[in-house]
């Protein structure tokens, strides 16, 4: 096999190694980039005195022909082809001859491969964003159809005091505003163009790189050849970002597979998000959630992964970065399945308000009543503890809090009045709680709206 750098070598490359070197399988997904960046590279080099006006437009029509022949699937890929570069510039030198080979004038695979890979991931955040925006989407839909639909708040997975489903729902929209944030300034971070540092040290032609990062669409350009063929913090910061999102993914997954539980019931999955089992045939199993849950794992593996690649790296570009595109391809991978997927469960999803309201039992409003002994000027402290013998009370006699009687709340403490028992009620329980954050329908109804006012405006 000829390779593009093949001048110093006597023999060529063992098979094995050459299959171990190549990265054509994985890197093919930056094609559109490559031939994006050598365009802009080849009119670049019109401004440096490099190429004739007419020398760039054959290369630049030749690399549209090549992009062509690449987006139609009808490229032939050679054996000697290393990665996506040696394939594109091999088939433009095919296209339009020996001045093919003056287009790598000044540029090395290090400054184009992390121009090529930027360039893709600027476009994928973008991706993500709008995904990530469907599901916020989806949850504020869901939020605003039962947003005062009462059911058992938990922590510890005990029940706590009453929420309402809208009031849970947003809990899980406002990560994922956190996630859009992140994901601007991962995208911010990517936006800065290495191409023209060269193999490391810079390009000794007058290239005008501003002009490059404008035609290319980036934000700034790198300020050191040696960190810019070398920074992957781009790619690092795209991975944790991907992998909170995940994560934040899991952590409604694993609430849903508990809500669909027989034993919660508050909601039932659609046929179309959730699958059954070969032998018992009344399952019907979320293994959607389960998925999402499971897959938080690989996108934590990715990020670990390229992190530890990078950990032991000098400056400039070690073949190590080659590492750098299979977890950033497949978090990518991951994500765009994942995202819609939750957003279809959730547009999908039946609610079940009378389990809910099975489960709304009178503990849930055991603060309430010590919030009441504090109206009635006792210290919280000394309520809490007075109320914690009225549930003892109830506990002992096998009855929920609310068949006790007054004189039995009274044989606790006198300051128990005729009207104690009043709150013994979900919708004020919940109305009491009339504070930004909080339970009461105004209170919802502010959420929802700074939901809306978060959303980006694709998810609108
Ligand atoms: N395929 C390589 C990569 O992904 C491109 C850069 C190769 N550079 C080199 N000096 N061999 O990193």
């Given at each position: 096999m000829s390779k593009l750098w093949g001048g110093r070598f006597a023999k060529g490359t063992d098979a094995l190694v050459h299959e171990f070197n190549a990265s054509l399988p994985f890197d093919k997904r930056l094609a559109a980039q490559d031939i994006a960046g050598s365009q802009a590279w080849a009119r670049g080099l019109v401004g440096a005195g490099v190429l004739t006006q007419a020398e760039a437009d054959t290369i630049v029509a030749g690399l549209a022909e090549v992009g062509e022949e690449l987006a139609n699937g009808r490229f032939q890929f050679d054996?000697?082809?290393?990665?996506i570069h040696t394939a594109v510039e091999r088939r433009l030198t095919e296209l339009v001859g020996p001045v093919g080979g003056k287009l790598h004038t000044g540029r090395s695979r290090n400054d184009q491969v992390a121009t090529d890979f930027r360039l893709w991931l600027m476009d994928a955040c973008d991706q993500v964003a709008v995904m990530l925006a469907d599901l916020q989407q989806a949850l504020i839909a869901s939020a605003e159809a039962n947003l005062n639909l009462p059911m058992p708040g938990y922590t510890h997975l005990q029940h706590a005091q009453p929420v309402t489903w809208g009031h849970w729902a947003l809990s899980h929209f406002w990560p994922l505003t956190r996630d859009q944030e992140r994901l601007a300034q991962v995208r911010q971070r990517t936006a800065v163009l290495p191409l023209g540092s060269g193999a490391l040290a810079g390009t000794a032609f007058p290239i005008n790189r501003q002009a490059l990062a404008d035609e290319l669409g980036f934000m700034t350009i790198s300020q050191n050849s040696l960190d810019g063929v070398s920074d992957r913090d781009f790619a690092a910061d795209f991975l944790y970002a991907a992998t909170l999102i995940g994560l934040h993914l899991s952590r409604v997954s694993e609430q849903l597979v508990l809500f669909s539980s027989s034993e919660f019931g508050f909601v039932r999955l659609d046929d179309g998000y959730s699958t059954g089992s070969s032998l018992m045939p009344q399952k019907k199993n979320p293994d959607t959630l389960e998925l999402t849950r499971g897959k938080s794992g690989r996108l934590l593996g990715n990020l670990v992964g390229l992190l530890t690649t990078l950990k032991g790296l000098p400056s400039s570009y070690d073949?190590?970065?080659?590492?750098?595109?299979e977890p950033v391809f497949d978090t990518f991978d991951t994500l765009s399945l994942t995202l819609p997927i939750m957003a279809g469960l959730f547009r999908t999803l039946a609610l079940r308000p009378d389990r809910m309201a099975q489960q709304l039992e009178p503990n849930l409003l055991a603060t309430d009543l010590a919030d009441y002994l504090v109206k009635q000027g006792l210290p919280f402290r000394q309520a809490h503890h007075l109320v914690g013998e009225v549930v003892q009370l109830a506990e002992n006699r096998n009855v929920p809090l609310t068949a006790l009687s007054l004189a039995d709340l009274q044989s606790v403490s006198d300051r128990f009045g005729a009207d104690a028992t009043a709150v013994f009620n979900f919708a004020t329980s919940l109305n009491n709680?009339?504070?930004?954050?909080?339970?009461?329908p105004q209170a919802l109804q502010a959420q929802l709206e700074a939901a809306q006012a978060a959303l980006p405006k694709h998810g609108r």
């Open positions: 054996p000697a082809d290393e990665d073949k190590d970065l080659q590492e750098d595109k709680r009339d504070i930004t954050g909080g339970t009461s």
